[in-house]
C-alpha cells in the first residue's frame, strides 16, 4: 500500500515537498516513481529511482526544479518541487514495481501498485 501526502496549495514559484510511504517490507527492492495528471490529460511520469538507487530519472519539464529522493529506513519516497509553475498543476500519484528497471520515460503500465494521489495545485 502507498500512501502520498504533501499536496495544497501554492503560489508559481513557491515550493512543496510530497511523501510517499509503502507499507510492508522490502522497500530497498522497489523501484519507484512519481507520475501526475493533469484534468483532461493523460498521467505522465515525473520522475523514478530504481529498486538499487543508482538510476535517476526526470520528465524534461522538470529537470532542475524537482528532486526524488527515498528513506529506506522509514519505507519512503520524496518529491522536492521547486520554482513550481502553473503547468505543474496536477495530482500527483506515486508508483512501485518490485525489482523493475528503471527507464528514462516508463509507461503507468509498468508499475503495479500506487497511491491514492495528492492534488498540487499552483497560481499564477
Known amino acids: 500500500q502507498l500512501v502520498e501526502s504533501g499536496g495544497g496549495f501554492v503560489q508559481a514559484g513557491g515550493s512543496l515537498r510530497l511523501s510517499c510511504v509503502a507499507s510492508?517490507?522490502?522497500?530497498?527492492?522497489?523501484?519507484m516513481a512519481w507520475f501526475r495528471q493533469a484534468p483532461g490529460k493523460e498521467r505522465e511520469f515525473v520522475g523514478g529511482i530504481g529498486w538499487s538507487g543508482g538510476s535517476i530519472y526526470y520528465a524534461d519539464s522538470v529537470k532542475g526544479r524537482f528532486t526524488i529522493s527515498t528513506d529506506n529506513a522509514k519505507n519512503t519516497l520524496y518529491l522536492q518541487m521547486n520554482i513550481l509553475k502553473p503547468e505543474d498543476t496536477a495530482v500527483y500519484y506515486c508508483?512501485?514495481?518490485?525489482?523493475?528497471?528503471?527507464?528514462?520515460?516508463?509507461?503507468?503500465?509498468?508499475?503495479?501498485?500506487w497511491g491514492q494521489g495528492t492534488q498540487v495545485t499552483v497560481s499564477s
Open positions: 510492508g517490507r522490502s522497500f530497498s527492492t522497489y523501484t
Open positions: 508508483a512501485a514495481e518490485q525489482w523493475a528497471p528503471l527507464t528514462r520515460s516508463p509507461r503507468r503500465d509498468k508499475f503495479g501498485s
